[in-house]
T-cell receptor, first 113, second 117 residues
Framework: KQEVTQIPAALSVPEGENLVLNCSFT??????LQWFRQDPGKGLTSLLL?????REQTSGRLNASLDKSSGRSTLYIAASQPGDSATYLC????????????FGQGTILTVHP | GAVVSQHPSWVICKSGTSVKIECRSL??????MFWYRQFPKQSLMLMAT?????????EQGVEKDKFLINHASLTLSTLTVTSAHPEDSSFYIC?????????????FGPGTRLTVT
């Protein structure tokens, strides 16, 4: 059974800092790994999706990497802004293209001015 | 882009009553939809997988008679919380899988906040 863990649980940084969020998974047979953002009381916004055959994906100030052999993914946020404050969730899709998503517990990010 | 809606966005009901939540894929067909619940400050937990035209598959520990799921069309799945109790109060999120996408992506709805008094 896939287990996804995110570290740290919470992170508070000053505006402008570069930061890294970590995600680890126990079953390396994932089909893809996604990073989501969730604002309080809201649904999920997909940020980046990395297929199992890929090593990283980039979108603007965000860069996500995937290392299946070590069971790890990182989300790098460059030049953080207060608007980046949210909960960030990673989720691994198991096995096949139709695998279910297993979510980590999330990292609560606060970027203060 | 692919959009998933949920209705209602929030609902308050009395203990013992039933509540229906709708999940719709607005601009694509979804043969599979998923229902998650999220307690405060916790992550999403998959409750069940809903397949169009067939019975839903429930995750271990989820009572199928309490959480009724109907996926009657390629764009609509409903979750009915029967005989709701305060412990059912939670944030319910659905997602829909775009069957035409080669990568079978899931698109998430905005969630429904259920409060049982």
């Amino acid at each position: 059974k896939q287990e996804v863990t995110q570290i740290p649980a919470a992170l508070s940084v000053p505006e402008g800092e570069n930061l890294v969020l970590n995600c680890s998974f126990t079953d390396s047979a994932i089909y893809n790994l996604q990073w989501f953002r969730q604002d309080p009381g809201k649904g999920l916004t997909s940020l980046l999706l990395i297929q199992s055959s890929q090593r990283e994906q980039t979108s603007g100030r965000l860069n996500a990497s995937l290392d299946k052999s070590s069971g790890r993914s990182t989300l790098y946020i460059a030049a953080s802004q207060p608007g980046d404050s949210a909960t960030y969730l990673c989720a691994g899709a198991g096995g096949t293209s139709y695998g279910k998503l297993t979510f980590g517990q999330g990292t609560i990010l606060t970027v203060h001015p | 882009g692919a959009v998933v809606s949920q209705h209602p966005s929030w609902v308050i009901c009395k203990s013992g009553t039933s509540v229906k939540i709708e999940c719709r894929s607005l601009d694509f067909q979804a043969t599979t939809m998923f229902w998650y619940r999220q307690f405060p400050k916790q992550s999403l937990m998959l409750m069940a997988t809903s397949n169009e035209g067939s019975k839903a598959t429930y995750e271990q520990g989820v009572e199928k008679d309490k959480f009724l799921i109907n996926h009657a069309s390629l764009t609509l799945s409903t979750l009915t919380v029967t005989s709701a109790h305060p412990e059912d109060s939670s944030f319910y999120i659905c997602s829909a899988r775009d069957a035409t996408s080669g990568r079978a992506l899931e698109y998430f709805g905005p969630g429904t906040r259920l409060t049982v008094t």
